[in-house]
């Protein structure tokens, strides 16, 4: 009786032994391997850029829109909130969708009383944001803040990626400036 067991038991290292020996599908399970972290990572950078991207497009139109207030152009066309909300967006090129921006411009008594923070900001039922912005361009010599923002949508990422900020799971990303109006700029 020891012998087809035996004649078995060697059939069977054989058998373990060319398998292991077999490299054939070795690539294909090593892309397995590393596929998943791959796009995960790939996935991460891409949202980052693109968030770092918008922030910075932000940053330079908050700059060119503080400048028409600063030098008296949007005074002395006496632009309304929303005509002044559209030239912000006219200055936007891609990422952003204007009915998504939020403009605030208000006037401080000081330079540490310009509030230059991050707003917090309260949605309704429907996703929306229900904040009241201020717009007051000021007069000559008057401390301005403009702050510009944008709730921008996350796409969480694999392995836990994520760059959200607010509650509901999207990015505020908001630009400002503080400056002083020039003195003819009324």
Do not use: H
């Not at 909130?81 to 967006?89: D, L, N, T």
């Amino acid at each position: 009786m020891t012998g087809p067991m035996t004649a078995t038991t060697k059939r069977r290292r054989r058998r373990f032994a060319a398998f292991a020996r077999d490299d054939r599908g070795a690539t294909a399970v090593e892309f397995a391997l590393v596929a998943a972290p791959f796009l995960g990572l790939v996935i991460a950078l891409i949202q980052t850029f693109l968030v770092f991207f918008a922030q910075q497009m932000l940053e330079s139109v908050v700059r060119q829109s503080a400048r028409l207030v600063m030098t008296g152009q949007v005074q002395s066309a006496n632009m309304t909130q929303s005509v002044f909300k559209q030239k912000v967006c006219d200055q936007i090129v891609i990422l952003f969708n204007c009915s998504g921006l939020m403009v605030d411009l208000q006037v401080a008594t000081s330079w540490t009383a310009a509030n230059t923070a991050m707003p917090t900001l309260t949605f309704d039922a429907s996703g929306n944001v229900t904040n009241t912005w201020q717009y007051n361009p000021g007069d000559a010599g008057d401390i301005v803040v403009l702050r510009v923002m944008y709730v921008w949508p996350v796409v969480l990422g694999p392995l836990g990626f994520n760059l959200s900020n607010l509650g509901n799971g999207n990015r505020l990303v908001m630009s400002s400036a503080a400056f002083q109006n020039e003195p003819g700029a009324s």
